[in-house]
Protein backbone atom coordinates (compact mmCIF):
# COMPACT_ATOMS: atom_id res chain seq x y z
CA UNK A 1 0.00 0.00 0.00
CA UNK A 2 1.22 3.30 -0.30
CA UNK A 3 2.22 5.56 2.07
CA UNK A 4 -0.84 6.46 4.48
CA UNK A 5 0.50 10.01 6.02
CA UNK A 6 -2.82 11.42 5.92
CA UNK A 7 -4.35 8.62 7.82
CA UNK A 8 -1.67 8.21 10.59
CA UNK A 9 -3.51 10.54 13.11
CA UNK A 10 -7.26 9.16 12.43
CA UNK A 11 -5.41 5.69 13.09
CA UNK A 12 -3.55 6.60 16.28
CA UNK A 13 -7.28 7.97 17.48
CA UNK A 14 -8.87 5.06 16.70
CA UNK A 15 -11.67 6.39 14.29
CA UNK A 16 -10.69 4.16 11.16
CA UNK A 17 -12.62 1.20 10.03
CA UNK A 18 -11.27 -1.94 11.44
CA UNK A 19 -10.25 -2.88 7.89
CA UNK A 20 -8.46 -0.42 7.14
CA UNK A 21 -6.66 -0.13 10.68
CA UNK A 22 -5.24 -3.58 9.94
CA UNK A 23 -3.72 -2.31 6.97
CA UNK A 24 -2.04 1.03 8.29
CA UNK A 25 -0.29 -1.07 11.14
CA UNK A 26 0.97 -3.82 8.89
CA UNK A 27 2.27 -0.70 7.04
CA UNK A 28 3.80 0.50 10.53
CA UNK A 29 5.16 -2.94 10.74
CA UNK A 30 7.34 -2.58 7.55
CA UNK A 31 8.14 1.20 6.78
CA UNK A 32 10.25 2.85 9.82
CA UNK A 33 9.29 6.28 8.15
CA UNK A 34 5.65 6.23 8.71
CA UNK A 35 6.07 4.15 12.08
CA UNK A 36 8.32 7.19 13.10
CA UNK A 37 5.67 9.78 12.00
CA UNK A 38 2.84 7.42 13.98
CA UNK A 39 4.48 7.69 16.98
CA UNK A 40 4.82 11.43 17.31
CA UNK A 41 1.29 11.39 16.48
CA UNK A 42 1.33 9.90 19.53
CA UNK A 43 2.96 11.90 21.49
CA UNK A 44 0.79 14.64 20.16
CA UNK A 45 -2.10 12.87 21.28
CA UNK A 46 -0.54 12.55 24.91
CA UNK A 47 0.48 16.18 25.17
CA UNK A 48 -3.01 17.15 24.22
CA UNK A 49 -4.95 15.01 26.56
CA UNK A 50 -2.80 16.04 29.46
CA UNK A 51 -3.50 19.30 28.77
CA UNK A 52 -7.23 18.56 28.22
CA UNK A 53 -7.57 17.28 31.38
CA UNK A 54 -5.93 20.45 33.39
CA UNK A 55 -8.62 22.29 32.35
CA UNK A 56 -11.97 22.62 34.08
CA UNK A 57 -14.69 21.06 32.24
CA UNK A 58 -17.11 24.00 30.71
CA UNK A 59 -20.43 24.95 31.41
CA UNK A 60 -23.21 22.94 30.05
CA UNK A 61 -24.50 25.03 26.76
CA UNK A 62 -21.46 26.41 26.26
CA UNK A 63 -20.45 24.87 22.67
CA UNK A 64 -24.35 25.48 21.57
CA UNK A 65 -24.25 29.16 22.68
CA UNK A 66 -20.81 29.80 20.55
CA UNK A 67 -22.35 27.72 17.22
CA UNK A 68 -25.25 30.52 17.86
CA UNK A 69 -22.36 33.56 17.96
CA UNK A 70 -21.14 32.25 14.80
CA UNK A 71 -24.19 31.40 13.01
CA UNK A 72 -25.57 35.53 14.09
CA UNK A 73 -21.39 36.66 12.87
CA UNK A 74 -21.33 35.08 9.63
CA UNK A 75 -24.96 36.84 8.65
CA UNK A 76 -23.36 40.20 9.64
CA UNK A 77 -19.81 39.90 8.47
CA UNK A 78 -17.87 39.16 5.76
CA UNK A 79 -14.05 37.79 5.09
CA UNK A 80 -11.88 40.39 3.99
CA UNK A 81 -11.02 39.92 -0.02
CA UNK A 82 -7.15 41.39 -0.02
CA UNK A 83 -8.32 44.21 -2.38
CA UNK A 84 -9.60 46.68 0.10
CA UNK A 85 -7.52 49.82 -0.07
CA UNK A 86 -4.08 50.26 1.10
CA UNK A 87 -3.94 50.65 4.93
CA UNK A 88 -6.70 48.59 6.05
CA UNK A 89 -7.05 44.80 7.60
CA UNK A 90 -7.12 42.80 4.59
CA UNK A 91 -3.55 43.69 2.78
CA UNK A 92 -1.63 44.21 6.71
CA UNK A 93 -3.03 40.38 6.99
CA UNK A 94 -1.49 39.06 3.09
CA UNK A 95 1.60 41.10 4.19
CA UNK A 96 1.69 39.06 7.28
CA UNK A 97 1.18 35.60 5.38
CA UNK A 98 3.60 36.39 2.98
CA UNK A 99 6.44 37.21 5.72
CA UNK A 100 5.70 34.51 7.53
CA UNK A 101 5.93 31.81 4.77
CA UNK A 102 9.62 31.63 5.07
CA UNK A 103 9.42 29.72 8.36
CA UNK A 104 7.14 26.87 6.65
CA UNK A 105 9.57 26.69 3.44
CA UNK A 106 12.64 24.20 4.11
CA UNK A 107 15.64 26.48 4.51
CA UNK A 108 17.89 24.16 2.25
CA UNK A 109 15.85 25.28 -0.64
CA UNK A 110 17.80 28.63 -0.36
CA UNK A 111 21.20 27.68 -0.35
CA UNK A 112 20.76 25.09 -2.80
CA UNK A 113 19.02 27.13 -5.24
CA UNK A 114 21.99 30.13 -4.65
CA UNK A 115 24.83 27.70 -5.72
CA UNK A 116 22.90 26.33 -8.55
CA UNK A 117 22.51 30.51 -9.99
CA UNK A 118 25.89 30.95 -8.93
CA UNK A 119 27.31 28.67 -10.44
CA UNK A 120 25.42 29.27 -13.61
CA UNK A 121 26.05 32.73 -13.76
CA UNK A 122 29.78 32.19 -13.30
CA UNK A 123 29.34 29.35 -16.49
CA UNK A 124 27.44 32.63 -18.50
CA UNK A 125 30.09 35.17 -17.86
CA UNK A 126 33.09 32.61 -19.25
CA UNK A 127 31.07 31.43 -22.01
CA UNK A 128 32.13 32.89 -25.22
CA UNK A 129 30.54 36.43 -26.46
CA UNK A 130 27.05 35.86 -27.53
CA UNK A 131 26.52 32.38 -25.31
CA UNK A 132 25.59 33.85 -22.25
CA UNK A 133 21.98 33.82 -22.55
CA UNK A 134 21.60 30.32 -23.87
CA UNK A 135 23.44 29.40 -20.16
CA UNK A 136 20.94 31.48 -18.54
CA UNK A 137 18.27 30.11 -20.58
CA UNK A 138 18.80 26.47 -19.04
CA UNK A 139 19.34 27.15 -15.54
CA UNK A 140 17.17 29.49 -14.23
CA UNK A 141 14.16 28.21 -15.47
CA UNK A 142 15.31 24.33 -13.69
CA UNK A 143 16.08 26.32 -10.23
CA UNK A 144 12.82 28.06 -10.38
CA UNK A 145 10.48 24.89 -11.37
CA UNK A 146 12.34 22.81 -8.83
CA UNK A 147 12.38 25.12 -6.13
CA UNK A 148 8.83 25.72 -6.86
CA UNK A 149 7.82 21.77 -6.72
CA UNK A 150 9.81 21.22 -3.46
CA UNK A 151 7.99 24.46 -1.67
CA UNK A 152 4.82 24.77 -2.51
CA UNK A 153 3.71 20.85 -3.03
CA UNK A 154 1.28 18.74 -1.23
CA UNK A 155 2.71 17.80 2.28
CA UNK A 156 5.09 19.99 2.01
CA UNK A 157 3.77 21.89 4.89
CA UNK A 158 4.87 21.14 8.08
CA UNK A 159 1.87 23.23 10.08
CA UNK A 160 -0.40 21.82 7.60
CA UNK A 161 -3.19 21.06 10.62
CA UNK A 162 -2.63 24.90 12.33
CA UNK A 163 -3.56 26.10 8.45
CA UNK A 164 -6.57 24.04 8.01
CA UNK A 165 -8.20 24.99 11.31
CA UNK A 166 -7.26 28.84 10.34
CA UNK A 167 -9.13 31.21 8.68
CA UNK A 168 -6.52 31.53 5.99
CA UNK A 169 -7.91 29.70 2.96
CA UNK A 170 -5.30 27.41 0.59
CA UNK A 171 -5.43 29.98 -2.06
CA UNK A 172 -4.09 32.75 0.88
CA UNK A 173 -1.38 29.97 1.36
CA UNK A 174 -0.83 29.12 -2.26
CA UNK A 175 -0.11 32.52 -3.43
CA UNK A 176 2.09 33.50 -0.84
CA UNK A 177 4.16 30.58 -1.35
CA UNK A 178 4.77 31.20 -4.99
CA UNK A 179 5.25 34.57 -4.48
CA UNK A 180 8.07 34.35 -1.67
CA UNK A 181 9.56 31.44 -3.71
CA UNK A 182 9.57 32.43 -7.50
CA UNK A 183 9.82 36.40 -6.24
CA UNK A 184 13.66 35.39 -4.60
CA UNK A 185 14.51 33.93 -7.84
CA UNK A 186 13.18 36.12 -9.73
CA UNK A 187 15.03 38.49 -8.17
CA UNK A 188 18.39 36.80 -8.14
CA UNK A 189 18.61 36.32 -11.53
CA UNK A 190 17.41 39.43 -12.55
CA UNK A 191 20.81 40.61 -10.29
CA UNK A 192 22.55 37.74 -12.25
CA UNK A 193 21.54 39.17 -15.77
CA UNK A 194 22.62 42.77 -14.68
CA UNK A 195 25.92 42.09 -13.53
CA UNK A 196 26.60 39.91 -16.53
CA UNK A 197 25.31 43.07 -19.36
CA UNK A 198 28.04 45.02 -16.82
CA UNK A 199 30.56 43.11 -17.54
CA UNK A 200 29.45 42.88 -21.32
CA UNK A 201 28.42 39.58 -21.52
CA UNK A 202 25.27 40.56 -23.40
CA UNK A 203 22.69 43.09 -24.04
CA UNK A 204 20.22 43.55 -20.44
CA UNK A 205 16.86 42.87 -22.66
CA UNK A 206 18.73 39.93 -24.74
CA UNK A 207 19.41 38.32 -21.43
CA UNK A 208 16.67 38.80 -19.38
CA UNK A 209 14.48 37.29 -22.19
CA UNK A 210 16.53 34.58 -22.68
CA UNK A 211 15.28 32.36 -19.42
CA UNK A 212 12.10 34.96 -18.65
CA UNK A 213 9.25 33.00 -21.23
CA UNK A 214 10.90 29.50 -20.22
CA UNK A 215 10.87 30.17 -16.19
CA UNK A 216 7.72 30.95 -16.19
CA UNK A 217 6.20 28.14 -18.45
CA UNK A 218 8.47 25.69 -16.26
CA UNK A 219 7.42 26.94 -13.28
CA UNK A 220 3.76 27.53 -13.97
CA UNK A 221 3.86 23.88 -15.10
CA UNK A 222 5.60 22.28 -12.06
CA UNK A 223 3.56 24.73 -9.76
CA UNK A 224 0.64 22.93 -10.99
CA UNK A 225 1.35 19.55 -11.01
CA UNK A 226 2.87 19.48 -7.42
CA UNK A 227 -0.34 21.47 -5.83
CA UNK A 228 -2.65 19.23 -7.24
CA UNK A 229 -0.72 16.14 -7.75
CA UNK A 230 2.19 15.40 -5.67
CA UNK A 231 5.74 17.21 -6.25
CA UNK A 232 7.63 14.16 -7.33
CA UNK A 233 5.12 14.89 -10.64
CA UNK A 234 6.39 18.29 -11.39
CA UNK A 235 9.91 17.55 -10.69
CA UNK A 236 9.76 14.69 -13.21
CA UNK A 237 8.09 16.75 -15.99
CA UNK A 238 10.43 19.83 -15.03
CA UNK A 239 13.44 17.51 -15.73
CA UNK A 240 12.10 15.98 -18.56
CA UNK A 241 11.38 19.37 -19.92
CA UNK A 242 14.68 20.92 -19.18
CA UNK A 243 16.38 17.21 -20.31
CA UNK A 244 14.34 17.57 -23.65
CA UNK A 245 15.89 21.35 -23.95
CA UNK A 246 19.81 19.86 -23.57
CA UNK A 247 19.25 17.20 -26.28
CA UNK A 248 17.95 19.76 -28.67
CA UNK A 249 20.67 21.51 -28.39
CA UNK A 250 23.10 18.89 -28.16
CA UNK A 251 22.44 17.43 -31.95
CA UNK A 252 23.43 19.39 -34.99
CA UNK A 253 20.72 19.83 -37.92
CA UNK A 254 17.05 17.98 -36.45
CA UNK A 255 18.54 18.12 -33.35
CA UNK A 256 19.20 14.62 -31.52
CA UNK A 257 15.71 13.83 -30.94
CA UNK A 258 13.13 13.71 -32.87
CA UNK A 259 12.28 16.67 -35.19
CA UNK A 260 8.71 17.44 -34.39
CA UNK A 261 9.68 17.68 -30.37
CA UNK A 262 12.79 19.49 -31.27
CA UNK A 263 10.68 22.37 -32.69
CA UNK A 264 8.03 22.06 -29.57
CA UNK A 265 10.47 22.11 -27.20
CA UNK A 266 12.70 24.72 -29.08
CA UNK A 267 9.35 27.01 -29.54
CA UNK A 268 8.40 26.50 -25.06
CA UNK A 269 11.88 27.93 -24.41
CA UNK A 270 11.14 31.19 -25.63
CA UNK A 271 10.13 34.44 -24.11
CA UNK A 272 6.62 35.55 -25.84
CA UNK A 273 3.25 37.05 -24.61
CA UNK A 274 1.56 34.22 -25.52
CA UNK A 275 4.10 32.06 -23.38
CA UNK A 276 3.52 34.25 -20.47
CA UNK A 277 -0.08 34.41 -20.44
CA UNK A 278 -0.06 30.68 -21.05
CA UNK A 279 1.54 30.36 -17.72
CA UNK A 280 -0.10 33.05 -15.69
CA UNK A 281 -3.31 31.05 -16.60
CA UNK A 282 -1.88 27.86 -15.29
CA UNK A 283 -0.96 29.40 -12.06
CA UNK A 284 -4.31 31.50 -11.63
CA UNK A 285 -6.35 28.02 -12.77
CA UNK A 286 -4.60 25.76 -10.05
CA UNK A 287 -4.73 28.11 -7.14
CA UNK A 288 -8.52 29.02 -8.53
CA UNK A 289 -9.23 25.29 -8.70
CA UNK A 290 -7.53 23.27 -5.69
CA UNK A 291 -10.20 24.26 -2.88
CA UNK A 292 -12.64 22.65 -5.28
CA UNK A 293 -10.87 19.19 -5.37
CA UNK A 294 -12.05 16.42 -2.58
CA UNK A 295 -9.31 14.23 -3.55
CA UNK A 296 -6.74 16.65 -3.87
CA UNK A 297 -3.97 16.13 -1.18
CA UNK A 298 -3.87 19.67 -0.61
CA UNK A 299 -7.62 19.89 0.26
CA UNK A 300 -5.60 19.56 4.16
CA UNK A 301 -5.23 23.22 4.00
CA UNK A 302 -7.97 23.69 4.33
CA UNK A 303 -10.87 26.33 2.51
Known amino acids: MTHPGEQLA ?13 QVARHLAECPGCAEE ?8 GAVGERAAAVAVPPAGLFDAVLSRLSE ?3 TTSVPRYRAVLGTAAPARAVRILAHQRRLIDRRIWPVA ?47 ELVAASPTG ?17 AAASVASLGLAWFDAGGPLGLFAAWLGPMALLSAISFALS ?15 WALRMLAGAGSGSGSVDGAVDRLVEFLW ?14 AGTIAVVPYLPTAPVRAYGR
Open 10 to 22: AFVAGTLPDERAG
Open 38 to 45: ATAWRRIA
Open 73 to 75: RRR
Open 114 to 160: GLVLGLGTGLAAWAPPGSSGSVLAIVMPLVAALGLATACGSGQDPAV
Open 170 to 186: VRAVLLARLTLVLGAIL
Open 227 to 241: VLWRPAIGIGVAMTL
Open 270 to 283: QTSGPMLLVAALLV
